[in-house]
């Protein structure tokens, strides 16, 4: 085989895959949401628009996303770092700290459910301290804020995982020689993370933060295992309306907002992350 050729061979496979799993069911979706029996019609993205909790789960996403990702971040970067500078046992923690990630969404909202609901585990601890009479409804419908913190902890408790491996694996490959000589010049360790560690782990960062923003624009399983419908996001009005609304064209054009938050999140990572030209570790 011709060398020139060789590599669109090996990119093959992979190019089918986005074809067949990404691409075909984004041009399915954006048929659904702007064509009609009329043709092309804005009809389905009006009535998502004007539908009343379209607002609500959009703002509810973007906080949701907003305040979970950094706090993931910061404790990912901590973590990272512990596993980092560790000389021995480096594999067990990292292997606790990782243990979250074999959890479903599904599972990590159900072992939270069971810590904040009435007959849960904080309930009886409270209890137990005498702190509290009786049991509180931490999950009621009139708490949507404690729901919305339920949440939070709960997605941030199940994936910090992710960012941390990847940051992990970016400390791994900064030379060690650049912290030597920065120590040597008198840099203490919050000058070297900041001046060292964190401008070389860019493209580390870049790829965790996308990753993340983007699943957490998909939050869904834990929102309706602790909150039910009282919490709404972009996802779980996709799935009302897909399911129990039996209205296709509305929830496609909900997944085209998602879409659409995501590939903006997506270039400004790459923008504010970009790695400059040359630039080497």
């Not at 949701?64 to 990272?80: E, G, T």
């Amino acid at each position: 085989m011709h060398p020139k050729v060789l590599p669109y061979v090996l990119l093959l496979p992979a190019t089918l895959f986005l074809l067949v799993f990404f691409v075909y069911p984004f041009v399915q979706i954006a048929l659904l949401a702007f064509t009609g029996a009329e043709g092309f019609t804005l009809q389905h993205v009006q009535t998502m628009a004007s539908h009343w909790k379209f607002k609500a789960a959009l703002g509810w996403t973007l906080l949701l996303a907003a305040v979970v990702v950094p706090i993931q971040l910061m404790l990912a970067l901590s973590m990272a770092t512990i596993v980092s500078k560790l000389e021995s046992g480096r594999s067990s923690i990292l292997y606790i700290f990782s243990i979250p990630l074999g959890l479903s969404d599904l599972a990590s909202g159900i072992i939270w459910l069971a810590i904040f609901e009435q007959s849960g585990f904080l309930n009886s601890l409270l209890v137990g301290l005498g702190i509290i009479e009786r049991p509180i409804l931490f999950l009621g419908y009139q708490n949507v804020w404690v729901i919305f913190a339920a949440v939070v902890i709960a997605e941030a408790w199940r994936a910090t995982a992710i960012v941390m491996v990847i940051l992990v694996s970016g400390m791994g490959l900064i030379p060690k020689e650049y912290y030597e000589a920065a120590e040597v010049f008198g840099a203490g360790p919050w000058k070297r993370f900041v001046k060292i560690t964190l401008p070389l782990l860019r493209p580390s960062l870049q790829t965790a933060l996308i990753l993340r923003t983007l699943l957490a624009f998909e939050v869904f399983a834990v929102v309706i295992t602790l909150g039910g419908t009282t919490l709404p996001v972009l996802m779980g009005e996709t799935f009302q309306w897909q399911f129990a609304l039996q209205d296709r064209h509305v929830a496609s054009a909900y997944a085209m907002v998602i879409l659409a938050i995501s590939i903006a999140a997506t270039l400004f990572y790459l923008w504010a992350l970009r790695v400059p030209k040359g630039a080497k570790i």
